[in-house]
């Protein structure tokens, strides 16, 4: 987090219905999204699950984070595509292969989306 130049992306374990979700990594760029909820969201992540530089959050005095009025689960999305890019992302976590942050709650994990068969291209212990 602390090495974040711009924005910065990385794996969070038990959200979405799955053992975890995650941005996807080829050649050290975020190329798309695994999650088993709203794929089709701009950047498919829990809020636990980026950091920004200070000095984006300055040079972009207009950009706000929601608390009301975004669709369910676009309050990161609406947030992250006035500030940054797909492109732009930095994965930390090791290309985003480790789970080093959780999306806890104090209820019984929901895995109702997680994959039938081993859908992700990594083994990620969560
Ligand atoms: C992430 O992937 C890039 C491109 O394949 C590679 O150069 C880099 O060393 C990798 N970083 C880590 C921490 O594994």
Redesign the pocket.
């Known amino acids: 987090m602390r090495t974040t130049r711009k924005v910065s992306v990385w794996p969070v374990g038990l959200v979405g219905g799955r053992r975890y979700e995650r941005p996807i ?1 080829e ?2 760029k975020v190329v798309g999204w695994y999650t088993g909820w709203r794929a089709g969201r701009p950047f498919a992540i829990d809020m636990a699950g980026f950091a920004v530089n200070l000095q984006v959050i300055l040079s972009n005095p207009k950009a706000v984070f929601r608390r009301h009025g975004s669709q369910p689960g676009m309050q990161e999305s609406d947030f992250l595509r006035q500030i940054t890019t797909m492109e732009e992302l930095e ?1 930390k976590a ?2 985003c292969t480790k789970v080093l942050v959780w999306h806890t709650r104090t209820e019984k994990v929901n895995l109702a989306n997680e994959p039938k068969y081993h859908a992700d291209s990594v083994k990620i212990e969560v």
């Open positions: 990594v050649k050290g994965p090791n290309n």
